[in-house]
């Protein structure tokens, strides 16, 4: 049973950068896709990213493309969301997973950390 552990929220100004971290124990973590999906107040858990295990199949949600990169580090057994040009509607809280592939529904995640609360200024 692999646990996640994300670090790395915090208060930003829009226009800012954060860079999230989930360290995964407990398993093989090459052998996880990794996904990170966020959940604003009152909202659903939506797909933010998620990246395969060698890092050559990564997908973004839409409204992150292009101010958003995903990466991991296997030796590390770490996954990270790099955040560029942040917005206040970025603010939520953000979850790493941990599933067989790079799927865009939350249920097909089999494992989750306790979340980092990412909030963004205007």
């Known amino acids: 049973q692999v646990q996640l552990v994300e670090s790395g929220g915090g208060l930003v100004q829009t226009g800012g950068s954060l860079r999230l971290s989930c360290a995964a124990s407990g398993g093989t973590f090459s052998n996880y896709a990794m996904g990170w999906f966020r959940q604003g107040p009152g909202k659903d858990r939506k797909f933010v990213s998620a990246?395969?295990?060698?890092?050559?199949?990564?997908g973004y949600g839409d409204s992150v493309k292009g101010r958003f990169t995903i990466s991991r580090d296997n030796a590390k057994n770490t996954v990270y969301l790099q955040m560029n040009s942040l917005k206040p509607e970025d603010t939520a809280i953000y979850y790493c997973?941990?599933?067989?592939?790079?799927?865009?529904?939350?249920?097909?995640?089999?494992?989750w950390g306790q979340g980092t609360q990412v909030t963004v200024s205007s």
């Open positions: 997973a941990a599933g067989s592939g790079v799927y865009l529904l939350s249920s097909q995640y089999n494992h």
């Open positions: 990246i395969n295990w060698s890092g050559d199949n990564i």
